[in-house]
């Protein structure tokens, strides 16, 4: 019989050896949340729970000498039955474990940092020739927790990392509770009445948007080709990587995400969108946030917002392309060549 709490055992052990190697990577700020959210959900804390900043200290220096320890080592095998699969073999895996209910997950993340997890199934479906896996209550998982990940045909939906980037989003805004779309957002949701029901409400609407969005990677895959995974490799852990990263998410965005947003018509999913455009999304994307604002000032004047997706699809695949192009010309070089190569890029043009 599968020994699931060994197999939860080596799946943990493979994360703990991932973060070891990769923690660095992140800023500090960035990496006192993100252990600040693991140390949460080792201890199964709600998300609302006030942490104890002196215990927290301590796990965080126990958990920092256990990477130290493990710093030399390399992945385990996961055993299952009479065999043990090497990390990365996850349609595999999952083919032995799927039928007892279990999801396992092992790929490369941002930073080009391994990401492992293992969960209960919580739903699995298909749509337009792929699979969908949706994961709840994780057994094991690293620093990094995405909230979805695409493995070829494979979706992987992780509705604790959905609900707990919300959770995260809401906070943000608890701060200063500034009246912008994100008080208009959580009105809706009516979170000031009853938060967790509201969270539970987002989380789902958030997740048919994220698997559109994975759905729409998978049609960018198609579009750019093995090079474009080479490529992120070749820039891991530069301004070029995440400008990548950007550029491919409103590819797949104005490909699948957008239009089937707007065809859903439901102000909280579009808001809960906004919401989200952040960072590097935000700034590449100067058009799509100014042809939200008619629509923000009216639900019914959709046409600055169609119009834009529309062009962003041909803008977006061009800018893809020529980021291809700057890796072709010169690998080694490609993360300076990139970063050179956007600055010279109009990304307000689209919608004039």
Known sequence: MLDLQKLYESVQKN??????????????????????????????????????KEEVGNWLSAREQLWDELVDNSFECLPIDEECYDPFETAAINQALLPQGIVYGGGIGQFCKPSFFIGRLYQQKWREGLEILMVADEYARDLSAPPAMTLG???????????????????????????????????????????????????????????????????????????????????????????????????????VTLPKLLERRQPAALLLYLANLTGMRHALFPALVEA?????????????????????QTHWLNTAQTLLACYAENPADSATLIAKQMETIPLGSMIK
Request: proline content about 2%; charged content about 30%.
């Open 15 to 52: 994360c703990h050896i991932s973060d070891g190697l990769h923690a660095q990577d992140y800023g500090l700020c960035t990496y006192l949340l993100k252990m600040r959210e693991l140390y949460r959900w080792e201890k199964g804390l709600p998300l609302t729970a006030q942490l104890p």
């Open 153 to 255: 045909t494979t979706i992987f939906i992780r509705r604790e990392s959905v609900r707990r980037t919300l959770w995260e989003r809401i906070e943000g805004w608890n701060w200063k509770k500034p009246e912008n779309h994100f008080a208009r957002l959580l009105s809706i949701y009516n979170a000031h009445q009853d938060i967790e029901t509201a969270l539970d409400k987002m989380t789902e609407d958030e997740i048919e948007t994220v698997i559109h969005h994975e759905i729409g990677e998978v049609q960018a895959g198609r579009l750019l080709g093995n090079n474009w995974e080479k490529m992120l490799m070749a820039i891991a852990g530069s301004k070029a990587e995440l400008i990548a990263r950007a550029v491919r998410d409103h590819l797949a965005d104005c490909l």
């Open 292 to 312: 939200y604002q008619p629509w923000l000032a009216d639900e019914n004047h959709l046409e600055a917002l169609t119009e834009t997706v529309k062009k962003g």
